[in-house]
Structures are given as C-alpha cells and as structure tokens.
C-alpha cells in the first residue's frame, strides 16, 4: 500500500488494545502525571516508551543515555529493557522530578540501573563527555527543552557509539514545524533540525508519524577494535 494509512480516535484505541502491554506501576506513574500542570502534553505516551523499550533490546544497549527525566517514566521503561548491569543516565534541570520519579524506579526494582543527573543538560553532557568519553553510549533518548535540540543533537552524536542510536521525541511539534505563522523560538528549533537531519550523512535516517513525531537517526561508522 503506498499511502499513509488515516489513523482515527477509534483505530488508535484498537491499536493499544492489541499492543500495549501495561502493568499497575506504569499506569499510576502515568494517572500522577496526567494530574499535572501540562503532564498530558509533557509525558510520553504509553506505546512510545513501550518502543523505546523495545529499541534498546534491538540495539542490545547495555549503557543510554536520556536527555530530559520529567516523571521518570521512559526511564523507567528503557532501565527495565537494560540488563541487569546496564546503565541508564537521565539529565534533567529540576531536582523535583527525581524526586518523583525515584519511588517508581525503586517498585519497579530498576533504581539501581538508573543514575540521575540533575544541572542544565549542556552542561551535564559535556561533562559526560570529559568524564566518559566519546562513544560511550549505545542509544541516546533526546525529550529535553525544544530550543536545546540542535545542541544536544550534536553532543547526542559525540557520545553515542557508531552504530548506536539516537532517538529525539516531538519532531513534529504538535503539528506547529508546518505552520509558518508560528515562529517561536521551540518550534524553529525542531524545523531547523529536521531540515539538518535530512541532510546529515553521518546518520541514517527516520521520522516516525507516531505520537509526536519520532525521529531515529542511527550514527553512521564502525567502532573501532581494542589492540590485541
């Protein structure tokens, strides 16, 4: 079939009954964040952390990176797909997230897979590049400020291994990137780097009309073998 199939209220519904696979801690995690100021707009939908679970088992990730904690539900979901010595840092400005989602990680018995760094995430990434070096991730999750995309693209890229993937959530912008009347500094942001993307052979490509948009890009090159 060459075109996009229509997706209405009725047929997204059938497709979380068929697909979601839910448990008591994912969905009160999911009902106290709905219950916030703007936590329906700001929280990744159910089926959306269910593949970004999916991702780092085909990736075989053993270390992510997320830029952007909120509630902790995506890190919840990635650390539980993680092996038992896998690791998952998530960067987030606001102490009061960790918080939060803390308790959640600690039912789910992921706690300790799941480092938290909380300062501005451009400051944080470069710190993890000086600390941990280049190529020290084998997928990025990128659901941070939208005017930050750009920069954290590219610190994405540096600290991602080659073959690894980074995922950036929202690059459809609740439909605003094709709206030439809105002109705010978060929506330019994710049109510039949409356009960026598009062009940049150093990743192969992929925008997913799921959610908000989900672009894959997966960094192009070989890991090079340790010395024998």
Known sequence: MAHQTEFTAELLHYVTKVSLRDDPILAELRELTNELPGGTSLQVMAEEAQLLALLVQLTNATTVLEIGTYTGYSALCMARA??????LVTLDINPKWIEVATPYWQRAGVADRIEPIVGDAAASLELLRADRGEESFD???VDGDKAGYPSYYESALRLVRPGGLIV???TLFFGRVIDPTVQDSDT???????EKLRDDDRV?????????????????GRRAMPAR
């Open 168 to 170: 950036l959530d929202n």
């Open 204 to 220: 192969d490509l992929s925008l997913l009309v799921m959610a908000d948009g989900i672009t894959l890009a997966r960094k192009r």
């Open 188 to 194: 330019q942001a994710i049109r510039d780097l949409n």
């Open 82 to 87: 993680l092996p038992f010595d896998g690791r």
């Open 139 to 141: 997928l990025v999750f």
